[in-house]
């Protein structure tokens, strides 16, 4: 009698045991759309691979208890000697792993790689956003190391490798390799040029730095990309960990930050005191030796954001799908049905955007490389902006269940605010927006020529262009509305490509609330007349 009081009823199933690729159909289709018919039939089997690894109740341990067990410094061994090791939980070892082997690092090496990389991206960051840095940054890494060949020729195999090799040991010792980034420092943060970290030229060509760095992401890496103020100006420099005779550099470690999310990586406060690097490219153009790093981490902060919509979104459909209240399930709620759709609408725009961003990377034209040159920072912008409160509207569709660690959904709340942050916050992606607006026309009519192709086809989405356009030919107070304009472009962007490429239902719906108007500040607020059930249907993760 007394266990008859313990009976578990109306409570969902877990979301395991699914492919997390194959049931996110606006995932699925970008991939179609965007890559060669000869690499689909492949590149469709490994992401599916991927997506069953993703949706497998193992790696979604992993996940847990990587976040539950984070990272730990070891300053010193046991006999004083000055270590600077940073301990994981085997779990994100075995993620890290995972995502290495899945070739998430390796996206140079093949035909179609950037966009092939962005898919596995979005579906392997649902099972763990926080592993997901050290990939992003060691994938980034490549373009800005080319600008030094006999680096490039030494670290680029080892970057692009699918192997695994933990540990700190000389690079040419290794099978495969992972990079780290520190460029923001105490005084500077987004404003790099304002550095303090100095090198000096030593008679072998390589370099001493002295300084610090305020946000070091993933220190247990085996290199780093810094900036450091040389003779000539603010110059890009090679940190290894580790020396060629096996001694270890000098890189104290000097506390690992304590975030709001992230908790599975480590992020430091590091300082450098005659620390041995090399040069990348020349003195005095760090900015411009990095900002391919930049674009790229940029882009993956899109990504990133846009697979947390995606996870939230999916828990928030699976839960109403099977909890019953006042009478039936929550999914055939009106009123919820309006804010899964909602939620839904969001999702499917982040992921349409993301993708094409992805393609226009792996594409050798001029035109795609100046139309990234605004729609990346427009779309990490909005995309990463929107993230949050998406999160917290699909946690509340769980109701208390949602406020619960158990549930998964406080991590990926606290996890949303991380993209808009990193590389650059809303100000830094507006202000460049704006620079390119002023100063590179050729990306601007690269802008004009993408949303053209759906002109005609909607007459919101016409409307909303034009109004960019006026608002555009009003230079005064520019920096202060770089936001609104930042924002507008976004989300033309997005209606321009749901238009063209998504099901009228969806088009509809985002052009009316999006863009016409009909539709509240808040999540759930959508017209009752469209078909809102399609829109859910087609957002359900099994």
Known sequence: MAGSTHTVGNQPPPLTGHDVFTTDRPLTEGVARHLAPELLEEARAELSLLGRTAGSAQAQEWGRLANENPPALRTHDRYGHRIDDVEFHPSWHRLLGKGVSAGLTAAWTRPGG??????????????EAGHLCP?????????????????????????TSTVYDPGLRPAAH????????GMTEKQGGSDVRANTTRAVVRDDGSYGLT?????CSSPMSDGF???????????????????EDGGRNVFAIQRLKDKLGNRSNASAEVEFDGTWARRVGDEGRGVRTIIDMVAATRLDCVLGSAALMRQAVAQAVHHCTFREAFGGRLLDKPLMENVLAD???????????????????DAQDPAERAFLRIAVPAAKYWVTKRCTPLVAEALECLGGNGYVEESGMPRLLRESPLNSIWEGSGNVQALDVLRVLRSEPEAFNAFLVEIGRARGADHRLDAAVKGLLTELGDLDGMEARARRLTERIALVLQGSLLVRFAPPEVADLFCATRLGGDGGAGFGTLPHTLDLGAIVRRAQPV
Not at 121 to 127: D, G, I, M, T
Not at 174 to 181: E, N, R, S, V
Not at 345 to 355: D, G, M, Q, R, V
């Open 211 to 215: 300084g610090h760095k305020w946000f």
């Open 135 to 159: 990939l992003s940054m060691t994938h980034a890494a490549v373009p800005a190391l080319r600008a030094q060949p006999d680096l490039a020729a030494l670290w680029e195999p080892l970057l």
């Open 225 to 243: 990309l810094v900036l450091a103020q040389a003779a000539e100006g603010l110059t890009c420099f090679l940190v290894p960990r580790v020396l």
């Open 174 to 181: 290794k099978a495969g390799a992972l990079l780290g980034m």
């Open 114 to 127: 950037l966009l092939r990389r962005a898919a596995a991206f979005l579906v392997w960051s649902q099972v």
């Open 343 to 361: 939620l839904a609408l969001e999702s499917e725009a982040a992921t349409t955007l993301a993708l094409r961003l992805a393609a226009a990377c």
